[in-house]
């Protein structure tokens, strides 16, 4: 198990996801349940797999994990264009929001790899 808190990708998604909540606050009522919904979702999607793959019991579960958390990032970005070319968000906000996505998912790739190296070190002997 890792430490989760002390988990850099953790602690970006949750500085994202605190982000997102606060500008789509104004988003219009009648897209409470539509693209505000699913916005919502992806963004605390991605802190919560990171969490979820921390808490398993190996390097391999954790891994996939973080790729889920990937996909909810490639799905956050995909909705933060939909609601800019909507005009509910404007170019400021959503180019932050797609720096800081792009931060995650480097990060989520660069552990991934780490993980997949340390635990193919194990299934070979080699320790680590």
Known sequence: MHHLKE??????A?????????VTIDFPVDERYGLTNQIKRAVVSIASNVAEGAGRNSDREFVHFLGIANGSAYELQTQIIIAR?????????TKYIEEQL???QKMIYGFQKKLKITFKSKEHGQGV
């Open 102 to 104: 792009n931060e995650i």
């Open 85 to 93: 070319n909507l005009g509910l968000l404007d170019e400021n906000h």
């Open 14 to 22: 949750i500085e994202l996801a605190t982000y997102v909540y606060k």
């Open 7 to 12: 988990l850099h990708v953790w602690q970006k």
